[in-house]
T-cell receptor, first 115, second 114 residues
Framework: TQLLEQSPQFLSIQEGENLTVYCNSS?????LQWYRQEPGEGPVLLVT???GGEVKKLKRLTFQFGDARKDSSLHITAAQPGDTGLYLC???????????????WGLGTSLAVNP | EPEVTQTPSHQVTQMGQEVILRCVPI?????FYWYRQILGQKVEFLVS????????KSEIFDDQFSVERPDGSNFTLKIRSTKLEDSAMYFC????????????FGSGTRLTVV
């Protein structure tokens, strides 16, 4: 069974601070996707990382995929109150189930950025 | 920006009743999915659908569940006889390719079974 563990589960920081959240697994994924979810809404895709060691930047957000494609991190620089939300990672499995393989989800990191 | 539309946003139903959750995926997407999220728990895969047939389903997706794409536009999830434990947010998602580069999710339907 493929599992994704996210840490920390909760994070409360002050505006302007930097933070890193982690997404770890013992399984290899073909790609790893990061989503942000607001209460009562669906997840919104932030980025997909595909290649081991890949780093992608989205403004103040930096995403990294581990060399072995088992883990990923999200680093936010100078966090702002608008960054508050639930950050979810989701890995696309390697099992051969057609072209549209299912996503395995972490429980998420709930981030609160205080003004 | 194109979006996935889900209706209704909230549905309350009595145990044992049938419910149909509706989704309009993005028009040029070919792959469709249903996920659910029980309050406080992980997002769970239910089913994926491509080329008018189910391509993968989870153990949650038992005989009580079915999906249809009746008219080339809508994508529906039917639960034949709802149980209390079916209460959850149900999310529809679509992707243009097989989902390896991400999905677009709808805002969800909150289903409450009483």
């Amino acid at each position: 069974t493929q599992l994704l563990e996210q840490s920390p589960q909760f994070l409360s920081i002050q505006e302007g601070e930097n933070l890193t959240v982690y997404c770890n697994s013992s399984s290899v994924f073909s790609s790893l996707q990061w989503y942000r979810q607001e209460p009562g809404e669906g997840p919104v895709l932030l980025v997909t990382v595909v290649t081991g060691g890949e780093v992608k930047k989205l403004k103040r957000l930096t995403f990294q995929f581990g060399d072995a494609r088992k883990d990923s991190s999200l680093h936010i620089t100078a966090a702002q109150p608008g960054d508050t939300g639930l950050y979810l990672c989701a890995g696309r499995g390697l099992t051969n189930a057609g072209n549209n393989r299912k996503l395995i989800w972490g429980l998420g990191t709930s981030l609160a950025v205080n003004p | 920006e194109p979006e996935v539309t889900q209706t209704p946003s909230h549905q309350v139903t009595q145990m044992g009743q049938e419910v149909i959750l509706r989704c309009v995926p993005i028009s040029n997407h070919l792959y469709f999915y249903w996920y659910r999220q029980i309050l406080g728990q992980k997002v769970e895969f239910l089913v994926s659908f491509y080329n008018n047939e189910i391509s993968e389903k989870s153990e949650i997706f038992d005989d009580q569940f079915s999906v249809e794409r009746p008219d080339g536009s809508n994508f529906t999830l039917k639960i034949r006889s709802t149980k209390l434990e079916d209460s959850a947010m149900y999310f529809c998602a679509s992707s243009r390719t097989g989902g390896g580069y991400g999905y677009t999710f709808g805002s969800g339907t909150r289903l409450t079974v009483v």
